[in-house]
């Protein structure tokens, strides 16, 4: 009940065109959705988050769709650019142990190619 | 703009020795929490820090791990007896209205 699923595991994307990440969760109680950008040898980056009561949140070329009756968010990059080639995983969390810690998905490494 | 600092990058050590990871947090947060990743896997929370005392922990931190926050501003995690599957990145994070987690840049393991 603690999962996040993330699909798909690899993408290849053409260069100016839409990367679409997606992630289902169990756990009702989460009421937290972030977005992490990750790069070989760092460490992951916060892109965007949305909570529960909001169906999209846009933030340049990133918008984070979140559906709550299915228990599914997806992450969109719009016109995308060689150098948003990176890991991307999704993760959710919810204030009820105190602790907020964040569950992650599997992670989808994203190509971008020219 | 402020970042959670992560040393040592690489810390190379031996089955049964201990280590210690250190933290530095960004200065107003009062969230601290360590994470780590398994090579090409994700990422897997360890233990949640707060008010100087540990608010949760996963059925990874055994006894063979412990966390300290000994200065006010330094955050450390000790593995006592490494063994060969504690190698993975660890990740220190921070957060100031604990939701926004914010990642140092990691501390790679190895035993050998």
């Known amino acids: 009940q603690q999962q996040v699923k993330q699909s798909p595991q690899s993408l290849i994307v053409q260069k100016g065109g839409i990367s679409i990440i997606n992630c289902a969760y169990e756990?009702?109680?989460?009421?937290?959705f972030p977005w992490y950008q990750q790069f070989p040898g760092k460490g992951p980056a916060l892109l965007i988050a949305?909570?529960?009561?909001?169906s999209e949140k846009k933030e340049g070329r990133f918008t984070i769709s979140f559906n709550k009756s299915a228990k599914q968010f997806s992450l969109h990059i719009m016109d995308s650019q060689p150098g948003d080639s990176a890991t991307y995983f999704c993760?959710?969390?919810?204030?009820?142990?105190?602790?907020?810690?964040?569950?992650f998905g599997k992670g989808t490494k994203l190509s971008v190619i020219p | 703009e402020p970042e959670v600092t992560q040393t040592p990058s690489h810390q190379v050590t031996q089955m049964g020795q201990e280590v210690i990871l250190r933290c530095v947090p960004i200065?107003?947060?009062?969230?601290f929490y360590w994470y780590r990743q398994i090579l090409g896997q994700k990422v897997e929370f360890l233990v949640s820090?707060?008010?100087?005392?540990?608010?949760?922990k996963s059925e990874i931190f055994d006894d063979q791990f412990s966390v300290e926050r000994p200065d006010g501003s330094n955050f450390t995690l000790k593995i006592r007896s490494t063994k060969l599957e504690d190698s993975a990145m660890y990740f220190c994070?921070?957060?100031?209205?604990?939701?926004?987690?914010?990642f140092g840049p990691g501390t790679r393991l190895t035993v050998t």
């Open positions: 993760a959710a969390s919810y204030s009820g142990a105190g602790s907020y810690q964040l569950t």
């Open positions: 994070a921070s957060s100031a209205l604990a939701y926004e987690q914010y």
């Open positions: 949305i909570r529960p009561d909001v």
């Open positions: 756990n009702t109680a989460f009421d937290y």
């Open positions: 820090f707060y008010n100087n005392e540990i608010s949760e």
């Open positions: 200065s107003n947060h009062l969230y």
